[in-house]
């Protein structure tokens, strides 16, 4: 869908869509609404929608502003967020039995009630590669955290 800008005097007055109407303040109205219209004072341009910049995400907008003379939307971009790398569990079972810590990694969950519940939660078979505790845990017991929560192949 295209969208045309009714301007005036290099101002946006309206936002309207190619093929409808376009009520013109004070005069009447103009129909069908063309790119490149003009009449009464007023004008209809396209509408320029710029491309989301690599690795963002609209947040907001859009708002149409006059930008170098042309009608611009304009919206609000954030970070799209990194996906968490997930582990299965029993592949850091596997991890901690060739690297010979199991024994350690049981006794340092058996001591924290906290860790202990979600590491053995139902229905919660991953842990991620950058969760804090995890990692505190696999350093605490002498383990590589980068080789025990390393993504799968």
């Known amino acids: 869908m295209t969208l045309l800008a009714l301007i005036r005097d290099n101002e946006i007055v309206s936002i309207v869509r190619a ?20 009449g009464e004072g007023y004008r209809l341009a396209a509408v320029t929608e710029p491309e989301t910049p690599e690795g963002k995400q609209i947040v907001s907008g859009p708002t149409y502003k006059m930008i170098e003379g042309v009608p611009t939307a304009v919206y609000q ?68 955290p980068d080789v025990i929560l390393a993504p799968e192949a």
Request: hydrophobic share 45%; proline share 6%; net charge negative.
């Open 19 to 38: 093929g409808g109407w376009a009520d013109l303040p004070g005069v009447g109205c103009v129909s069908p609404a063309q790119d490149g219209w003009e």
């Open 77 to 144: 971009y954030e970070d799209i967020p990194a996906e968490r790398v997930r582990i299965d569990k029993t592949t850091v079972h596997e991890r901690l039995i060739a690297a010979g810590k199991m024994d350690a990694a049981y006794a340092a969950l058996m001591q924290n009630s906290t860790y202990f519940a979600r590491w053995f939660a139902p229905g919660h078979t991953y842990v991620y590669a950058d969760d804090p505790d995890a990692i505190a845990l696999l350093l605490a017991i002498g383990a590589d």
